[in-house]
């Protein structure tokens, strides 16, 4: 049986809690939702009466779509081209979800493959699939090793519109500002109140900067971490149509601002048993297992960049002064200007992702990193503290060159990363920016 078979398979027995939540809340559209390389969500719509065709045949998409359809400046689609095959998405039946802001449509995440009759690959699975491909690799990670990545991220972001706008006193910021919290509460509340009904369990929140709002959810698996991520996503925008404002998860929209980050909270478990925190201690403390799993994710966090800042404008945050981005490749115990910062619990926050990020390629590239760390029983403290690319280009010459990194992934997947990236810098290389008209457009000769 092919890889495609046996998801078939699993789709034959549909949980019964699935049709009684179609039925009870009268659900009469599904989309069927895959994630791009670049983070974001295609879909189709089906009527909920096809569920059963679906369950079994999936949805079928243009293989380019796993590359937004994106043209390089050469004229190049990315992923395939006019003339490529489809790919054929298949739900996952743990991914069921009724939109709390419109009950009559769901939604199922889906796993990709190659469909059955393309020759020698059919019912492969597709190798530009980012999201499969975690699950995939953490799967290999605890065989390998008998751990279980554990995450949680930090997904800073930013509102524009109608009650956003901040004024602060000259040398003060609004971090934490009470009445700040309740400028935005219309916005807090919903997003909250969504994803607590798509089964998040919602923590805390606060007000960061102008207009930027961090709202964290419990930690669990990486890969449910990620699909909560890219779930979340889709919230913060419905409630921005909603209150007619606009909700950016662009790194840098302001500059003088804060940039929005995505730190990833890390920790490795067996057993149930948290393998980065010694029983007992409290103190700034890292266990053996969590020294050499950051040793490794030292050794490989320049050459990651490309993924952990997929953007031209991830690069700007480092370029402010005053900001809490970090520069260079380091650790250190509760110091916020690291690449890494050690808490005094048992976790690690990996600080380099911003909230462009994919979390399926970055999870993918920690699980890769952390391995080639235990495996080779990496110090962290003799990782060099090199200086962290400080724009696209440099990272995606550097995401070229480290076999962990460009091996982590599929050749095709990995050749995509490359040549999207490639062409987004390639793009910004040639466009002419207002900073430019406004430094020469007067002034020269």
Same mark, same amino acid.
């Given at each position: 049986?092919?890889?495609?078979?046996?998801?078939?398979?699993?789709?034959?027995?549909?949980?019964?809690? +699935?049709?009684?939540?179609?039925?009870?809340?009268?659900?009469? %559209?599904? %989309?069927?939702?895959?994630?791009?390389?670049? @983070?974001?969500?295609?879909? !189709?719509?089906?009527?909920?009466?096809?569920?059963?065709?679906?369950?079994?045949?999936?949805?079928?998409?243009?293989?380019?779509?796993?590359?937004?359809?994106?043209?390089?400046?050469?004229?190049?689609?990315?992923? @395939? /081209?006019?003339?490529?095959?489809?790919?054929? =998405?298949?739900? &996952?039946? &743990?991914?069921?979800?009724?939109?709390?802001? &419109?009950?009559?449509?769901?939604?199922?995440?889906?796993?990709?493959?190659?469909?059955?009759?393309?020759?020698? +690959?059919?019912?492969?699975?597709?190798?530009?699939?980012?999201?499969?491909?975690?699950?995939?690799?953490? =799967?290999?990670?605890?065989?390998?090793?008998?751990?279980?990545?554990?995450?949680?991220?930090?997904?800073?972001?930013?509102?524009?519109?109608?009650? *956003?706008?901040?004024?602060?006193?000259?040398?003060? /910021?609004?971090?934490?500002?009470?009445?700040?919290?309740?400028?935005?509460?219309?916005?807090?509340?919903?997003?909250?109140?969504?994803?607590?009904?798509?089964?998040?369990?919602?923590?805390?929140? $606060? %007000?960061? $900067?102008?207009?930027?709002?961090?709202?964290?959810?419990?930690?669990?698996? =990486?890969?449910?971490? =990620?699909?909560? #991520?890219? *779930?979340?996503?889709? +919230?913060?925008?419905?409630?921005?149509?909603?209150?007619?404002?606009?909700?950016?998860?662009?790194?840098?929209?302001?500059?003088?601002?804060?940039?929005?980050?995505?730190?990833?909270?890390?920790?490795?478990?067996?057993?149930?048993?948290?393998?980065?925190?010694?029983?007992?201690?409290?103190?700034?403390?890292?266990?053996?297992?969590?020294?050499?799993?950051?040793?490794?994710?030292?050794?490989?966090?320049?050459?990651?960049?490309?993924?952990?800042?997929?953007?031209?404008?991830?690069?700007?945050?480092?370029?402010?002064? /005053?900001?809490?981005?970090?520069?260079?490749?380091?650790? @250190?115990? $509760?110091?916020?200007?690291?690449?890494?910062?050690?808490?005094?619990?048992?976790?690690?926050?990996?600080?380099?992702?911003?909230?462009?990020?994919?979390?399926?390629?970055?999870?993918?590239?920690?699980?890769?990193?952390?391995?080639? /760390?235990? $495996?080779?029983?990496?110090?962290?403290?003799?990782?060099?503290?090199?200086?962290?690319?400080?724009?696209?280009?440099?990272?995606?010459? !550097?995401?070229?060159?480290?076999?962990?990194?460009?091996?982590?992934?599929?050749?095709?997947?990995?050749?995509?990363?490359?040549? #999207?990236?490639?062409?987004?810098?390639?793009?910004?290389? @040639?466009?002419? *920016?207002?900073?430019?008209?406004?430094?020469?457009?007067?002034?020269?000769?």
């Amino acid at each position: 049986m092919t890889e495609l078979d046996l998801h078939r398979e699993a789709n034959s027995v549909v949980p019964e809690q +699935i049709r009684e939540q179609i039925r009870d809340q009268g659900v009469e %559209y599904i %989309y069927y939702q895959t994630v791009t390389l670049n @983070g974001r969500i295609m879909a !189709k719509v089906v009527p909920a009466a096809q569920l059963e065709r679906n369950l079994d045949r999936g949805v079928f998409m243009h293989r380019s779509a796993a590359a937004d359809f994106q043209e390089t400046v050469g004229g190049v689609m990315l992923g @395939g /081209g006019a003339q490529a095959t489809e790919f054929v =998405a298949m739900p &996952d039946l &743990d991914t069921f979800a009724v939109l709390p802001w &419109d009950t009559r449509i769901a939604r199922f995440m889906c796993t990709i493959y190659e469909p059955d009759h393309r020759p020698e +690959i059919g019912g492969r699975t597709f190798a530009a699939d980012a999201r499969g491909h975690l699950k995939r690799t953490h =799967a290999a990670f605890t065989q390998s090793t008998g751990y279980e990545l554990k995450t949680g991220c930090e997904p800073e972001m930013t509102w524009f519109g109608p009650q *956003t706008e901040v004024k602060s006193r000259a040398g003060t /910021g609004p971090s934490y500002l009470y009445n700040e919290l309740e400028r935005v509460r219309e916005i807090y509340t919903r997003v909250m109140g969504y994803a607590t009904a798509m089964g998040f369990e919602m923590v805390e929140g $606060d %007000y960061e $900067d102008a207009g930027q709002i961090e709202l964290n959810w419990m930690f669990d698996r =990486a890969e449910i971490t =990620a699909d909560r #991520l890219v *779930t979340y996503r889709t +919230i913060c925008a419905q409630v921005a149509r909603e209150l007619g404002i606009k909700a950016s998860f662009m790194p840098k929209p302001m500059q003088g601002s804060m940039g929005s980050g995505c730190h990833h909270n890390l920790s490795l478990w067996r057993d149930g048993v948290n393998q980065f925190a010694e029983p007992g201690r409290k103190d700034f403390h890292l266990t053996e297992v969590a020294r050499h799993a950051l040793g490794g994710i030292l050794t490989h966090a320049s050459n990651s960049m490309a993924v952990m800042g997929s953007t031209v404008n991830s690069y700007k945050r480092y370029w402010d002064p /005053g900001q809490f981005a970090p520069t260079k490749v380091n650790y @250190g115990f $509760d110091d916020r200007t690291c690449s890494v910062r050690v808490p005094s619990v048992g976790r690690v926050e990996y600080k380099l992702p911003d909230a462009a990020v994919n979390p399926y390629l970055s999870h993918t590239l920690l699980l890769a990193a952390m391995k080639d /760390g235990l $495996d080779r029983q990496i110090d962290p403290d003799a990782v060099e503290a090199t200086q962290l690319p400080l724009n696209l280009g440099e990272a995606v010459k !550097k995401f070229t060159e480290d076999d962990v990194v460009w091996g982590a992934f599929p050749t095709e997947m990995s050749e995509l990363i490359r040549d #999207l990236r490639t062409d987004e810098w390639s793009r910004f290389c @040639g466009a002419v *920016t207002d900073w430019e008209r406004e430094q020469y457009l007067d002034f020269l000769p």
